[in-house]
């Protein structure tokens, strides 16, 4: 079997039990969690791990279920899209990946990781906005 179509089939498999989880996580803006991303295509970020897993920050809460969010990486990239900083709870490097930007279920969420400093966190909604204009 093409491992592409394979990803797809088990990441198929378990977006069916996160579509059924009945658990209530209670978040808000500035958190990073591993969220339970799926296998994207091509350029975009892939979650990793059997629960395709990746960490996100916050963005915006719209609702106790709907958020809006930023990928992260460690991989250290300099350009207008990317957005270097520290957490704190174990010291990396992480850097959000401005490009990366959507909104998903708090279904997705898998776990909490920490929170991002407010100027961290200030400074990338400023960039946002203005890479969205």
């Known amino acids: 079997m093409d491992n592409k179509k ?6 198929n498999e378990e ?4 579509a059924q989880k009945e658990q209530k996580i209670y978040f808000k ?3 990073v969690f591993f969220i339970s991303m799926w296998k994207n295509i091509w350029r975009e970020q892939n979650g990793k791990w059997s629960k395709f897993a990746r960490p996100v920050i916050i963005i915006k809460k719209f609702t106790n279920n709907l958020f809006r969010w930023v990928a992260l990486t460690t991989k250290k990239k300099t350009w207008i ?5 520290d957490l704190k709870s174990n010291k990396w490097k992480r850097i959000a990946i401005l490009s990366q930007i959507k909104l998903y279920d708090s279904k997705r969420m898998l776990s909490k990781i920490w ?3 407010e100027k961290d966190f200030l400074y990338i909604r400023k960039k946002l906005t203005e ?3």
Not at 6 to 11: H, K, M, Q, S, V
Not at 15 to 18: A, D, E, L, N
């Open 15 to 18: 977006k069916k039990h996160v």
């Open 6 to 11: 394979e990803l797809f089939d088990i990441w």
């Open 81 to 85: 899209y990317y957005y270097e900083f």
């Open 131 to 133: 890479l969205l204009q």
């Open 29 to 31: 803006e500035r958190d």
């Open 115 to 117: 929170f991002i400093d």
